[in-house]
């Protein structure tokens, strides 16, 4: 069992845990997920991890509610605990395993777009730490869906806040800004790291494709295991099909087929869907779809 040490709500909403987990706090580094499980009838969630604290003993992970598992967890109060808290998965952000000399000599921008704030934290945290300062965009909807903003200002060069509706900050969506640092404001980027909707990745790597700025994102497609096993979480990376949960989660963005990683996540929304994937897939489509037995 995995204690929930702190269980807070953000503004909007989202929510804060810190969970013991200290063999997860040891190892992991920025870039990196969990998979957690309420109780033994849970659904396995994947939650990037957001800070951690390795004498402590916990990771801090930050959620938004979309549907019933996600909703259970705003339940969770200090002193519940997670059945089970697996971690840490995927690769860490080539940032903090790359050359260090050649990291500092990047100029880097990262756009956060809603709960993508809380993945993108700890890398401009650790960044920080090594001596490199990177700009941050944070966008939302609207002022309530701004997450972290103190957080990331403690450890960020510049950050530049946006809202759609223009109720905080500076109005329009994260693309707008990218374009007013560059085109109008005289700032010139190396690396963009993107994090957020998929739809806002995706329209984010059309304008830093434009502006010639190669761009990491960080995809959450579907996943069951998380562990490479089952292929839910399956993306087409320029000529090749990667699983996102060992792969990745991060990927150069200005390969991804955007459109059919939506679609597929818009598949698994219906039975009909899910049955379509298992037919389009047929022996390679090994879990998620509900019907075939390999999310169980
Ligand atoms: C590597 C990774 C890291 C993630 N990190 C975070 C995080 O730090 N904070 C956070 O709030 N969320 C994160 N997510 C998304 C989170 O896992 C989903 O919100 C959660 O699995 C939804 O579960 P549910 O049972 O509550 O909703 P469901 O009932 O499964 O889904 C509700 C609706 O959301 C859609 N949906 C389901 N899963 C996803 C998904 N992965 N992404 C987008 N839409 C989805 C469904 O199609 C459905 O319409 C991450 C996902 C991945 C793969
Ligand atoms: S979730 Fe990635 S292979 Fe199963």
Known sequence: ?????????????????????????????????IIAKEDEKGERIPLTICDYDREEGTITIVFQPIGASTEKF????????????????????????????????KKILFVAGGVGAAPVYPQVKWLHEHGIEADVIIGGRTKELILLEDE????????YITTDDGSYGRT???TKVIEDLVQNEGKSYDLCVA?????????TCMTTKKLNIPTVVSMNPIM??????????????GDEVKFACVDGPEFDGHLIDFDAAMKRQMMYKTEEGRAL????????????????GGDE
């Open 1 to 33: 069992m995995y204690k929930i040490k702190k269980a807070e709500k953000l503004t909007g909403p989202n929510y804060l845990m810190v969970v013991e987990a200290p063999r997860i706090a040891k190892h992991c580094l920025p870039g990196q997920f």
């Open 74 to 105: 705003t339940r969770l109060k200090a002193g519940d605990s997670f059945r089970d808290f697996v971690g840490p998965l995927g690769k860490p952000s080539e940032l903090c395993t790359d050359d260090l000399e050649e990291v500092k000599k």
């Open 152 to 159: 990331m200002k403690a450890v960020a060069g510049n950050v």
């Open 172 to 174: 329009g969506v994260v």
């Open 195 to 203: 994090i957020g909707p998929m739809i806002m990745m995706k329209f």
């Open 224 to 237: 069951v295991d998380g562990t490479g096993m089952c292929g839910a979480c399956r993306l087409t990376v």
């Open 277 to 292: 994937l298992k037919v389009r897939e047929g022996d390679t489509h090994h879990g998620g779809c509900g019907n075939c």
